[in-house]
């Protein structure tokens, strides 16, 4: 294969790394701004809660798979010199599901207030009022993001990574400008958040990418020709998703139903967790992820398997190399990261144990999470979407069974966060194992030596991390903030240079990211 026709897999991660990481600097800043104005209690659980109903409508009709299934076909399609019968794909899709996306919106707009009783049961009457309000609000935001992500899709298909990029952040800018200043103009105030969300939905997944559409000439036209065979293989491929469950898709919403059970707070206090672990997912998993699709799948249609072969094996290293580090760092330094970020306004110092608390236990899973959306799309570049679903359906299964196992162990609401961590990481050793049959030839020995090698270098990492956050100085008041924040940067950056200087010893071929990142420094140049 020409290099002309190869995609720059290294120029997109780039973008979506950096797109997807000032996402999760946003998303950080939209939570201490809530945790500010609102601080952990009865408000933010029920703002917490309303997202439930928009969820459960998201995967019920799975919403996470259109794109998944839609980039292969219409992959397939523009680079079989077929374009024409790629946008008819798409123009089918786009109506069919805007017709079903507005009917299920408008269905769960009616029945959001017997459904709280399904999403939050052990919630009282008092709080069900505000959770339906605020559900209702946000529900119109799943349009956006159904067909924005379809949208997204042609995007990714063409190699146009930034439009995309733009969407998660715009929606994060919305929230926030919903809790400094609608939040103003509504009662209670955290409404305004929902009112944000909506706004930010719209912008950042509607109106960005159909007016970058326009610019690149896509074509749409109203259409549900059913019959055409490449709209028959999105829907088969999506069809499996619709009666199955992934852990992913509803690891959130059994966390939210499950943790009612607790005191008040502790549904916040797992999301903020849930969050902060999230952003290396997002940043080093989801990103990688998304640039690597696009090539995957068309060098399956190419029948290029060597080339999938080796695409798939170098991302899912570079997911190890840079994910395993930083969940140790975030497990050493969990109270630091905790009281720097929230602890301020009426945010208060019982609230930072419970985050903290979860967020060591959320740590555990984070490289799973990270290589579990590589594997997803490795198997829906193939057009498989069976096999990834049961086995998500299985992990889901044992997440909820632990879940309501260790309700009332000692672990308490950190059975949870333990529960999904292993949950996440049989799920992702059983999705590689059934890769590497379907992908013959994978070198696995060379990934086994690369886990090893990260996981070694991490664990010294992060141990000396630990014991050096053990014995500095916590402070009080403003001074408790002030060090949390020097001891995350100054310990997160020596464990850093701790790993990379042990990778360095290992030869490990990733390290060129390193030298990458040194190149940009006067005086240094990358090798």
Known sequence: M???????????????????????????????????????????????LAFQIPDLLFFLIAGGALSSAFIPVFSEYLHTNREDEAWHVFSVVATVMSVLVTAFIVFAWIFAEPLTHVIAPMKGDELRPLIVHISRIVLPAQFAFFIGGLMFGTLYAR???????????LYN?????????????????????????????????????FWVMRKMNSRFR????????????????????????SLTGVYSMITRAVATNYA??????????????AAPVGIFGQSLAIAAFPALAQFYAQKRMDLYRDQL???????????????????????EIVIAIFEYGKFRQADVVVVAASLRWYTL????????????????????SVAPVVLGTIATGLYFGLALLMRDSPLGYRSLPFAGSV???????????????????????????????????????????????SLTPTGTGVGRNLWAIGKVVVLGLSGAWIYGGITYWMKMPETQYLDRALSKFPGRRGS
């Open 2 to 48: 020409s290099e002309a026709l190869k995609p720059n897999t290294a120029r997109a991660g780039g973008i979506m790394m950096a797109s997807l990481f000032l996402s999760r600097v946003l998303g950080i800043l939209r939570d201490m701004i809530m945790a500010w104005s609102f601080g952990q209690g009865p408000e933010t659980d029920a703002y917490v």
């Open 313 to 335: 094996l170098k991302t899912l290293r570079t997911v190890l190399y840079l994910s395993i580090p930083v969940g140790a760092l975030m497990f050493a330094l969990s109270d």
């Open 222 to 245: 109203v259409s549900f020709d059913l019959q055409h065979p490449g709209v028959r293989k999105v829907f088969k491929l999506m069809a499996p998703v619709v009666f199955g469950l």
């Open 173 to 209: 800018l919305g929230i926030i400008f919903g809790a400094l200043v609608l939040s103003h103009f509504v009662q209670p105030g955290i409404v305004g958040m929902g009112w944000g969300a909506l706004v930010g939905a719209i912008v950042g997944n509607l109106v960005v990418p």
């Open 264 to 277: 008040v707070g502790v549904n916040t206090g797992l999301e903020f967790a849930n969050k902060l672990m």
């Open 159 to 169: 190699q146009s990574f930034a439009a995309p990029g733009l969407g998660p952040n």
């Open 365 to 384: 899973g984070v490289a799973a999470w990270c290589v579990h959306p590589v594997l997803m799309r490795a198997f829906f570049a193939q057009h498989r």
């Open 423 to 469: 949950s996440a990481i049989v799920l992702v050793i059983a999705m590689l194992l059934m890769t590497v049959k379907s992908s013959d030839g994978f070198d696995i020995p060379s990934l086994l030596k690369a886990l090893g090698q990260v996981c070694f270098a991490s664990a010294v990492a992060g141990a000396v991390v630990y014991a050096a956050a």
